[in-house]
């Protein structure tokens, strides 16, 4: 049983900044693709960004554009998302999500992933 408890949001002015940390319980972890989503009220759960197990790819979703980066440190078992130039439409909860099994997938879909953290709620203000 993998266990991802994130940590870092909270309440920040638009264009503003937030980094955003994962921790997972394995060892086993530097094996994982991660991923970040997030989930704003009244909507469905949507795809930020995803990152390979050797953190050599990356892969964004479109409104990223260029305001985030995913990264990850295998030696301590965590993913970050550092988070640029906030706006008040990136107010949401965001989740880590890892996929532990080997295979192919849309690693864009919640679907791929296998295990996911509790979330934690980033509000920006106008």
């Known amino acids: 049983q993998v266990q991802l408890v994130e940590s870092g949001g909270g309440l920040v002015q638009a264009g503003g900044s937030l980094r955003l940390s994962c921790a997972a319980s394995?060892?086993?972890?530097?094996?994982?693709?991660m991923g970040w989503f997030r989930q704003a009220s009244g909507k469905e759960r949507e795809f930020v960004a995803v990152?390979?197990?050797?953190?050599?790819?990356?892969r964004y979703a479109d409104f990223v554009k260029g305001r985030f980066t995913i990264s990850r440190d295998n030696t301590k078992n965590t993913v970050f998302l550092q988070m640029n130039s906030l706006t008040p439409e990136d107010t949401a909860v965001y989740y880590c999500?890892?996929?532990?099994?080997?295979?192919?997938?849309?690693?864009?879909?919640?679907?791929?992933?296998?295990?996911w953290g509790q979330g934690t709620q980033v509000t920006v203000s106008s």
């Open positions: 394995e060892r086993t972890f530097s094996s994982y693709v």
């Open positions: 990152i390979s197990w050797s953190g050599g790819r990356t």
């Open positions: 999500a890892a996929r532990t099994v080997y295979g192919p997938g849309h690693e864009s879909t919640p679907a791929y992933y296998d295990y």
